[in-house]
C-alpha cells in the first residue's frame, strides 16, 4: 500500500530553519515527481517545490526561491524539505505529494505537517 508520511513540522521563530521529512513507502517511485505543497487557513493549497524522485531536477515557487531547498534520499526513501529564512507567511500546513512522470496531476498525498512561524 502506497503511504507518504510527513514529519519534522513544529513552531520556529521568523528567521528560523526547518526541515521537513517525508518518508515513502509501499512501492517505488522511481519515474516520478515528488513535490511538497503547503494550505494556510482560509487560502488555497499551493506548490512549493518539487524533484524528481531518481534524478536532480527541482522547481520552486517565486515566493521560496533562494530560501528553500527540496531533496530526496532514494536509499532511505525519504523526501525532504529544508526552509531557511522563514518567514510568518510561510506558516501552513505542509503535504509532500507524488505523481507520474507522464502525467501533471499528483495521485498520492501525506496527510500534511503544521508548520508555524512566529515573529
Known amino acids: 500500500q502506497v503511504q507518504l508520511v510527513e514529519s519534522g513540522g513544529g513552531l520556529v521563530q521568523a528567521g528560523g530553519s526547518l526541515r521537513l521529512s517525508c518518508a515513502v513507502s509501499g512501492r517505488s517511485f522511481s519515474g516520478y515527481i515528488m513535490g511538497w505543497f503547503r494550505q494556510a487557513p482560509g487560502k488555497e493549497r499551493e506548490f512549493v517545490a518539487a524533484?524528481?524522485?531518481?534524478?536532480?531536477?527541482?522547481s520552486y515557487a517565486d515566493s521560496v526561491k533562494g530560501r528553500f531547498t527540496v531533496s530526496r534520499d532514494y536509499a532511505k526513501r525519504t523526501l525532504y524539505l529544508q526552509m531557511n529564512s522563514l518567514k510568518t507567511e510561510d506558516t501552513a500546513v505542509y503535504s509532500c505529494?507524488?505523481?507520474?512522470?507522464?502525467?501533471?496531476?499528483?495521485?498520492?498525498w501525506g496527510q500534511g505537517t503544521q508548520v508555524t512561524v512566529s515573529s
Open positions: 524533484i524528481n524522485w531518481s534524478g536532480s531536477g527541482t
Open positions: 505529494a507524488a505523481r507520474h512522470l507522464t502525467t501533471h496531476e499528483y495521485d498520492y
